[in-house]
């Protein structure tokens, strides 16, 4: 297992569409448990392949709280296959835009059909932080982030943040 770097706005690489996985190989296990070790060590609740620069279909989540054991969830291809008509708003963050946060409203359940890491199809049904989380990272594999549901006032403003967040680090 290997630490990889996360990719940052404006990074163009964050902005493309992701193809689907054609083969569930050893080298999309290692992929999945590189993704795995790096949003734990970020630390993250979710992380999509295209995020360090890998322009596959492939996520990996847990949203386990500190006190809960770990609830690792891999999934290869994954689709939304039904939304509900309600919704909810939940403040996101992302790795790739590091310290900012917005409320984001989307539906409160989700169908999501995926592989497993054995290839094996699946299917999984989410409400609350799960869903929200699914749908955020499933975003990732088509080029969207959560700061496109902002205006682009706001988004102009967190990028800039992020930019300015960026230079200082290198600098320190
Ligand atoms: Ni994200």
Request: proline fraction near 6%; aromatic fraction near 4%; glycine fraction near 6%.
């Amino acid at each position: 297992m290997a630490l990889r770097d996360i990719l940052i706005i404006p990074d163009p690489r964050l902005k493309q569409e992701c193809e689907p996985v054609a083969v569930v190989d050893d080298g999309v296990r290692a992929l999945l448990d590189d993704m795995l070790e790096t949003m734990y060590a970020a630390p993250g609740i979710g992380l999509a392949a295209p995020q360090i620069g890998v322009m596959q279909r492939a996520i990996v989540i847990d949203v386990a709280d500190d006190k809960e054991k770990p609830q690792p969830l891999k999934m290869i291809n994954p689709e939304i296959i039904w939304e509900s008509e309600d919704v909810a708003t939940y403040q996101e963050g992302c790795l790739s835009i590091p310290d900012q946060y917005a409320d984001i409203e989307r539906p409160v359940e989700v169908g999501v059909r995926y592989l497993d890491e054995n290839g094996k199809e699946q299917e999984i049904e989410a409400d609350g932080l799960l869903a929200t989380c699914l749908q955020h990272e499933i975003d990732h594999l088509d080029g969207i982030l959560f700061t496109d549901y902002l205006s682009a006032l706001k988004r102009n403003m967190i990028l800039k943040k992020v930019q300015k967040l960026q230079k200082t680090k290198q600098s320190a």
